[in-house]
């Protein structure tokens, strides 16, 4: 991840805060595929239980949420961001959202992530509510990407 992300100009303080984003979203790097049961997915990302959520994530279809659940460094989540991340790195994400648990699949996506939603709305690396909020509109987890960023920021 650090090799792809410092290859993507991804250096410094935006690097520590990149990885602090992917470590929350991974549970300290031990899962790129969203954790909870298929009705736990379903009642958050499916039409018929969150048709509000399952719009503005192009889960259009019966089982949407499930196929497209979060994965990836960052947690790709969503039909529509599938197919965005697929066309723009050349891979068929949509038609095989497990790829984005293949560790240089996730590493690609996350990169392409990152610069397409993340860094336009961010002025400083080291705000970490400002990085999350792309991520994570709620601010969820932001205590756990605070100590995930002072970690990586203590490093030299």
Known sequence: ???????????????????????????????LAEVGSDKYIMKRYDKKYAPVKAKILGNVHKGDGVKYKGRGYLQLTG?????LAGEALGLPLEDNPEMVEQPDVAAKVAIWYW???????????????????????GLGGLKSRTA?????????
């Not at 039909?79 to 197919?83: F, T």
């Not at 970490?128 to 909020?133: A, E, G, H, N």
């Open 79 to 83: 039909r529509y961001n599938y197919a």
């Open 148 to 156: 995930h960023y002072d970690r990586y920021a203590s490093i030299s």
């Open 115 to 137: 610069n397409e939603r993340v860094k336009p709305k961010v002025d400083g690396f080291s705000d970490v509510k400002s990085s999350t909020k792309p991520i994570n509109p």
């Open 1 to 31: 991840l650090i090799a792809h992300a410092s290859k993507a100009g991804i250096d410094n303080t935006e690097l520590k805060q990149f990885l602090a984003q992917c470590a929350h979203e991974t549970a300290g790097f031990t899962t």
